[in-house]
């Protein structure tokens, strides 16, 4: 028998440019698609979307389903094949979000690492009875994967 799993909350710390951005534990299967399609194209967040419109969860949600929960959401812009800016932002239901910060970083590293959460996550979820809250959090993470592979070949 394989325990369920309707969530999977890891500690989450982001650190950008010696600064400490995010440091608590943060539901990543909601999110996680997002993330990875950040390292592909820009995005910007949405946190009242559904879960079904993955490409607008905020990376660092609650996984919940409720969007008032904790999240923390930004916008990604590559810059140039060299460089991503990642721009947190408080979101404001029916208003522009507020700008929080503006980071400028390494694309190649923020791919690398992307990736290694990516895995890490397959690789955690694979023996579980894993139902989360977005049903195709798995298949999505798998062919994103793919996607950054084709991609950036290593």
């Known amino acids: 028998m394989t ?7 890891a500690d989450v710390r982001l650190d950008i440019d010696g600064e400490t951005v995010i440091d608590e534990p943060l539901c990543l299967d909601v999110g996680l698609p997002a993330l990875l399609l950040s390292a592909l194209e820009n995005v910007e967040p949405d946190r009242w979307a559904g879960v079904d419109a993955w490409t607008k969860v905020p990376f ?8 008032e929960c904790r999240a923390f959401s930004f916008v990604v812009i590559h810059r140039s094949e060299r460089e991503l800016e990642l721009t947190e932002v408080e979101e404001r239901q029916g208003g522009a979000p507020r700008r929080v910060a ?4 390494d694309k190649a590293e923020y791919v690398r690492q ?23 959090t798995v298949p999505t993470v798998r062919r994103l994967l793919d996607e950054l592979s084709l991609k950036y070949s290593t």
């Open 3 to 9: 325990p369920a799993c309707r969530s999977f909350t």
């Open 60 to 67: 660092f949600i609650c996984g919940c389903g409720d969007p």
């Open 102 to 105: 503006s980071y400028t970083v």
């Open 114 to 136: 992307v990736r290694d959460i990516a895995e890490t996550f397959l690789s955690f979820v694979e023996p579980l009875d894993y139902r989360p809250l977005y049903k195709d």
